[in-house]
């Protein structure tokens, strides 16, 4: 109840006023500025904000985008009033996961289906998560100049136990909210009053009104009933977040950067922090459910000069290509942070010092390039390749392949330079048209029956098995361009074939990758990610073998699969197209006019909007279009069976004919 306050004379109150003219207009300005202070999101929720930067608290904590500067939706009713809803759906998404994932602490004398602990990973285990399939380790070596021998071949033999997916059943868990109220009495005088509302889910029909629970288990049946009906409600197990050992150590535990930088590079390191870093590694983020971006690539700027010019050489792109703005000044940006990285990373080089870092560095402008980067930009740069040059002699300074291979040392984090650097070796050794540089060390590892993982999986959602599989069939397609024999290249095509059928064993087929909370399920996505990549290995695979043509019928079925995997991987700007962009360039470039791959494609480019428009996926929309027209304008040539078949335009030598040297992951 609001209390009266005495009212004051106008004289009073006018002398007063004029005795602290300063206070009044302190405290005038003050009331103009603070609502100003707070972010737009906060504003539109009215809540408390902390005036955070790059992000305030609440934001950060609810994944929201915290927007300092006037959005353009807020002068707009309609539109905020969109960005609301739109809000309020992301809090309930984010709350019901965090109410999945975090186990419920119950006592003995709980009422039976209101409250009980969630199944932890000591209860279960993913095969997947840390445990490869085994084999029998022997020969490393395979040796493409004479055929191959079938029990090399088939040394990897996987045995995958059931997954969770196998006692699991379809429910819809209820929730129920349970009011605790608490009174404190001094001396039998009633003054503190608390009172909390804790929620519980539970796949018990809740019982009617009045009805007493016993409050103890009946001879055992409760407890067997509910480690049955929680299985559904398990959500799937956290990767182990210190899988990686990063170069830069510990990882942050704040977003906050203590950067001292001019007001121009400060407003790029914000739209950095903003808008690249969710969209770099949004498999491994996924995994390991967390700001694993932030984790890992923030401390970095802050003592790596190198780095922190590549990143806001990146985020002058990025900023270019999302506001399609063509102008000098970003241009100058591009290249003034451009040269600088490149100035960093040749007095590292010179003082043959911190070759982690200039790693980090040369790493970053490889790949936030590909992220990023449009594939038209006329500005100059040095092509990915070159950059690799320097990745490989680094690598082979700080002895990575050793450590990943070597049996007798026992490593408890996986390098991350080495595995981002497997990822970009065997794919961009597909791109050139050449084996991979460190190819004998992934066949290693694939043959390894005690640690075959280099942490691809946990990194771009690709089994390394699989991986490993695509770094062969790139050192046979080089073989194959020095003049093996079509006898002799076909022999070990089938053998690699039958070796990327081992890696399907006891698959179950694509689902869709969400749990029944409607949370994302890291696991099923992953194998969706993995089924995607082995047809378009064997796509890639079929393309080598002498008079392949895309309009044969093996062909036009591995496409018609692939289509079909892809349609169980979420799409859109939270999506993960733009993750497989080397799928989407293998199978698109040998899809026919006739084929759904082709609607499919450009539903998704659609629906991802103006980020289809650069990065790898960019650079894949505007070489497919280049190949499909050329293939639709060519005349069908006569098949050795008298029926016409379709020529097969190669991706390849559409890049090499317009010009192209990028690369897309």
């Known amino acids: 109840m609001a209390v009266a306050q005495p009212t004051k004379s106008k004289a009073a109150s006018k002398q007063a006023n004029n005795a602290n003219p300063k206070a009044k207009s302190q405290m005038h300005r003050r009331s103009r500025t603070a ?132 006692f699991m059943f379809n429910m819809s868990p209820y929730e129920i909210d349970v009011k605790t109220e608490r009174q404190m009495f001094v001396n039998d005088v009633p003054t503190l009053r608390e009172s909390t509302v804790s929620t519980f889910s539970t796949y018990h029909t809740p019982p009617p009104a009045g009805t007493i629970l016993p409050s103890y288990p009946m001879d055992g049946e409760w407890a067997e009933q509910v480690f049955q009906e929680r299985r559904e409600s398990l959500t799937e197990e956290t990767l182990n977040c210190n899988f990686f050992d990063f170069s830069q150590g510990i990882a942050s535990n704040t977003r906050q950067v203590d950067i001292e930088l001019e007001e121009n590079d400060q ?25 694993v971006s932030s984790d890992l690539i923030l401390p970095a700027l802050q003592n790596n000069k190198g780095y922190l010019h590549c990143c806001l050489m990146i985020a002058a792109q990025h900023y270019k290509a999302s506001m399609n703005i063509q102008g000098e000044e970003y241009d100058n940006d591009i290249m003034r942070h451009r040269q600088a990285t490149i100035l960093a990373l040749c007095e590292a080089l010179n003082k043959d010092e911190n070759h982690h870092q200039i790693l980090d560095a040369t790493l970053g402008l490889i790949f936030f390039q590909s992220c990023v980067g449009r594939f038209d930009d006329s500005l100059p740069d040095i092509p990915w390749h070159q950059h690799f040059q320097a990745v490989n ?84 397609e080089a073989l194959k361009k020095e003049g093996m024999d079509d006898i002799t290249l076909c022999q070990h095509v089938h053998a690699l074939g039958d070796q990327i059928g081992l890696t399907e064993a006891h698959e179950t087929g694509p689902k869709m990758p969400f749990n029944a909370n409607g949370s994302l399920s890291p696991k099923q996505l992953s194998k969706n990610i993995t089924t995607a990549f082995r047809l378009a290995a064997r796509i890639y695979l079929c ?56 609607q499919f494609f450009n539903d998704r480019i659609v629906q991802l909007g103006d980020a289809a428009n650069f990065g790898s996926f960019g650079g894949v929309v505007s070489l497919l279009h280049e190949v499909w027209q050329q293939a639709d304008n060519s005349q069908p040539s006569p098949s050795a069976n008298g029926s016409t078949e379709a020529p097969y335009i190669s991706w390849r030598d559409v890049m090499q004919m317009r010009g192209w040297d990028y690369l897309l992951i």
């Not at 790059?54 to 009713?77: D, F, I, Q």
């Not at 808008?275 to 949004?282: A, H």
């Not at 981002?420 to 540089?437: E, F």
Request: with cysteine; proline share 7%; hydrophobic share 35%.
């Open 393 to 476: 002699s680094l690598v082979t300074k700080l002895d990575l392949p050793r450590i990943v291979t070597d049996a007798t040392e026992q490593h408890n984090q996986t390098p991350f330079n080495m595995t981002m650097t497997s990822w970009i070796d065997i794919l961009g050794a597909t791109m050139q048209g050449r084996a991979p540089i460190f190819a004998h060390t992934y066949r290693e590892k694939h043959l390894s029956a005690t640690n075959p993982s280099l942490g691809l999986r946990e990194l771009m959602g690709c089994d390394d098995h699989v991986m490993y599989l695509i770094s062969e069939i790139a050192c046979l």
């Open 543 to 598: 393309s080598l073998v002498p008079g392949f043509s895309p309009s044969q019928a093996s062909c036009v079925g591995l496409v018609e699969k692939l289509t079909n995997v892809l349609n169980f991987i979420p799409s859109g700007h939270g999506g993960f197209d733009r993750s497989l962009a080397w799928v989407y360039l293998i199978g698109g470039s040998v899809s026919g006019m006739n084929s759904s791959f082709r």
């Open 35 to 166: 609502p100003g202070a707070c972010c737009y999101t906060c504003r539109l929720r009215r809540k408390k904000c902390d005036e955070g930067t790059p992000m305030c608290t609440a934001c950060k904590h609810l994944g929201l985008v915290c927007e300092y500067k006037r959005p353009m939706w807020w002068s707009n009713n309609d539109a905020r009033r969109q960005h609301k809803d739109d809000i309020k759906m992301i809090i309930k998404r984010k709350k019901l996961s965090e109410k999945a994932s975090h186990t419920i602490q119950t006592s003995v004398s709980s009422p039976p289906g209101l409250s009980h602990s969630l199944p932890t990973s000591a209860t279960f285990s993913d095969p997947l998560d840390r445990t490869r399939s085994a084999s029998i380790d022997s020969q490393f070596a395979f040796n493409f100049n004479s055929p191959p021998n079938v029990a090399e071949y088939g040394a990897y033999n996987p045995h995958i136990l059931p997954s969770h997916s196998d």
């Open 267 to 291: 407003r790029l390191l914000d739209h950095f922090i903003q808008f690249v870093l969710p969209t770099i590694f949004p498999i491994l983020e996924t995994n390991q459910h967390g700001s």
